[in-house]
Nanobody
């Protein structure tokens, strides 16, 4: 069992930055692949980026070059550094943990956080 708690969301102007954190409970964090997803208002949940337990990363095309994911297995945390934010980045952001081979598929994740709101004003 893994419990995930996101933090760091808020309101920021376009062009600004935010850093989201995901804190995980339990001793098995290092055995999970981790992902960030977001759900914009009125839209479906979408993949933002993820990091394999091995350290390999993947990003959605819409955030490449602007967002960076890191994980610290000693601290059971994952972070999402978001730079050059755009109004279209406005969404509820979720972290997730799973053991599937594909980071981009939400159905392959077993555990989800409650989400944190990110609002980017123009």
């Amino acid at each position: 069992q893994v419990q995930l708690v996101e933090s760091g969301g808020g309101l920021v102007q376009a062009g600004g930055s935010l850093r989201l954190s995901c804190a995980a409970s339990g001793r098995t964090f290092s055995t999970y692949n981790m992902g960030w997803f977001r759900q914009p208002p009125g839209k479906e949940r979408e993949f933002v980026g993820g990091v394999y337990k091995s350290g390999g990363r993947a990003y959605a095309d819409s955030v490449k070059g602007r967002f960076t994911i890191s994980r610290d297995n000693d601290k059971n945390t994952m972070s999402l550094q978001m730079n050059s934010l755009k109004p279209e980045d406005t969404a509820v952001y979720y972290c997730a943990a799973g053991r599937g081979m594909l980071l981009t598929a939400p159905g392959l994740y077993d555990y989800w956080g409650q989400g944190t709101q990110v609002t980017v004003s123009s």
